[in-house]
């Protein structure tokens, strides 16, 4: 089993940045992937970005390329998603998610893909 908890969520500004956390316990690994979506009231969850546990691999949905930056710090157990020049489009509660996988994160771009998930945070980006 894999724990979850995201945090760092708030309310912030059009253009301004934030970042989110996501720690991980329980059996992460190595081969792990961790995954951050986000989900609009009454929308589908969309997926962000992903990035393997060692941190050499990353994949971004298009709306995140340039904007956002999935890293991962394994003496925190953590990964964080960072987001610059938010717009008021982005806002959702974004979860982070985690997967067992022995593939590039790439091909874990669906919630599908993923067992573990954490509660969530709510980003909100007025206008």
């Known amino acids: 089993q894999v724990q979850l908890v995201e945090s760092g969520g708030g309310l912030v500004q059009a253009e301004g940045s934030l970042r989110v956390s996501c720690v991980a316990s329980?059996?992460?690994?190595?081969?792990?992937?961790v995954g951050w979506f986000l989900q609009a009231p009454g929308k589908v969850r969309e997926f962000v970005a992903a990035?393997?546990?060692?941190?050499?691999?990353?994949n971004y949905a298009n709306s995140a390329k340039g904007r956002f930056s999935i890293s991962s710090d394994n003496a925190k157990n953590t990964v964080y998603l960072q987001m610059n020049n938010l717009k008021p489009e982005d806002t959702a509660v974004y979860y982070c998610?985690?997967?067992?996988?022995?593939?590039?994160?790439?091909?874990?771009?669906?919630?599908?893909?993923?067992?573990?998930w954490g509660q969530g945070t709510q980003v909100t980006v007025s206008p």
């Open positions: 329980g059996l992460i690994s190595s081969t792990s992937i």
């Open positions: 990035i393997n546990w060692s941190g050499t691999n990353t």
């Open positions: 998610a985690a997967v067992k996988g022995i593939l590039r994160p790439a091909n874990y771009r669906s919630p599908h893909e993923y067992p573990y």
